[in-house]
């Protein structure tokens, strides 16, 4: 539970499907008192995952749908039937054939259906009748450890104030370094001062620390990389939609945004666009799967066909 102005409110994990991304709940559901209480998984999780139940949310049109009765499992020992309401004010679940109120809270409730699933897992999707024979068709948003850390180190940089880094000049090759002459010491160069921040992070693994310091590298550049692209569209976005913008155009519009922020210093024009290439190829191609622009509905490209495009004829091997 969550307070809200001083007022509990039940929170709930979701889940969604990987091919037809309908929404889930995900969770326990425990007796207190004469109810029955929709919970995220906790104890009996951690001892028997089977112990995990799917809800699958239901709208007008995801019930309509839904004609399968295979897919409609037992409730457990509370309950004989798949559908259910469960209350948004104090989490409260019941079956739909309920006679009287669930609780007291006078909140519209949330249609569901519970999903079959096995050891924690869910094989199919009644919602759009995909299967995962393998793994489970259903994705929690779990952290990983790489993960959080990432996002947190990420915020602290960027919040930690920065330093003057100074460029060291040797006048004299023949200095000695560990001499207590102070004059003996190379002598420094103010007009080259930098600013930098440093982050010194621990492990308990030298391996997780130098594979840390990698990730953290990619997934900071993956942001920077996103960011600017949206940004170039969203600052263009009357043109790109009037013109009619290609893979070139964006390219081009990125090519002139990176070199007005002097993001790649002393970098010819020519790394510069072959640079902006990779970023806009990088996106058109879904290489990151769900966490590319396109998949997470911030931009969208479409295949124009040249005027004088055919498809080829069918050819039919009959065999021999």
């Known amino acids: 539970f969550r307070k809200i102005d001083k007022q509990k409110i039940p929170v709930f994990e979701i889940a969604t499907?990987?091919?037809?991304?309908s929404l889930y709940l995900v969770g326990e559901t425990q007796k207190d008192e004469d109810k029955y209480i929709f919970k995220?998984?906790?104890?009996?999780?951690?001892?028997?995952?089977g112990n995990l139940e799917y809800y699958l949310v239901l709208d007008d049109e995801t019930r309509n749908i839904i004609d399968n009765e295979d897919e409609i499992v037992s409730g457990g020992n509370y309950d004989n039937s798949g559908y259910y309401n469960l209350c948004p004010g104090c989490g409260s679940i019941e079956s739909d054939n309920l006679f009287g109120d669930l609780?007291?809270?006078?909140?519209?409730?949330?249609?569901?259906?519970?999903?079959?699933?096995?050891?924690?897992?869910?094989?199919?999707?009644?919602?759009c009748g995909s299967v995962s024979p393998q793994g489970s068709i259903i994705w929690r948003?779990?952290?990983?450890?790489?993960?959080?850390?990432?996002?947190?180190?990420?915020?602290?940089?960027?919040?930690?104030?920065?330093?003057?880094?100074?460029?060291?000049?040797?006048?004299?090759?023949?200095?000695?370094?560990?001499?207590?002459?102070?004059?003996?010491?190379?002598?420094?160069?103010?007009?080259?001062?930098?600013?930098?921040?440093?982050?010194?992070?621990?492990?308990d693994s030298r391996q997780d620390a130098a594979f840390?310091?990698?990730y953290l590298q990619n997934t900071y550049t993956n942001i920077i990389r996103k960011q600017i692209l949206l940004r170039v569209i969203n600052e263009n976005k009357k043109l790109v939609i009037k013109?009619?913008?290609?893979?070139?155009?964006?390219?081009?519009?990125?090519k002139s945004y990176l070199s007005k922020l002097d993001l790649f210093p002393g970098m010819s024009l020519q790394g510069i666009e072959d640079i902006s290439w990779s970023w806009s190829l990088y996106e058109f191609l879904s290489m990151e799967g769900r966490n590319s622009l396109e998949s997470l509905g911030l931009l969208t490209f479409k295949l124009r066909k040249p005027n004088n495009f055919a498809a080829p004829p069918l050819r039919v091997n009959h065999g021999i």
């Open 103 to 127: 609780c007291e809270c006078n909140s519209e409730y949330i249609k569901l259906l519970r999903i079959s699933s096995k050891e924690g897992l869910v094989h199919k999707c009644p919602a």
């Open 212 to 214: 840390f310091a990698t």
């Open 40 to 49: 995220q998984p906790g104890k009996g999780y951690y001892e028997d995952k």
């Open 243 to 254: 013109n009619r913008w290609s893979l070139k155009d964006l390219v081009s519009n990125l």
């Open 141 to 203: 948003f779990l952290l990983g450890n790489d993960a959080v850390t990432s996002v947190l180190a990420t915020s602290l940089y960027q919040q930690l104030p920065t330093m003057k880094i100074h460029n060291i000049k040797e006048e004299n090759n023949t200095y000695d370094l560990w001499s207590a002459d102070s004059n003996n010491s190379p002598q420094v160069i103010d007009d080259q001062k930098k600013e930098a921040r440093q982050l010194l992070a621990f492990s």
């Open 17 to 21: 499907c990987r091919q037809c991304k």
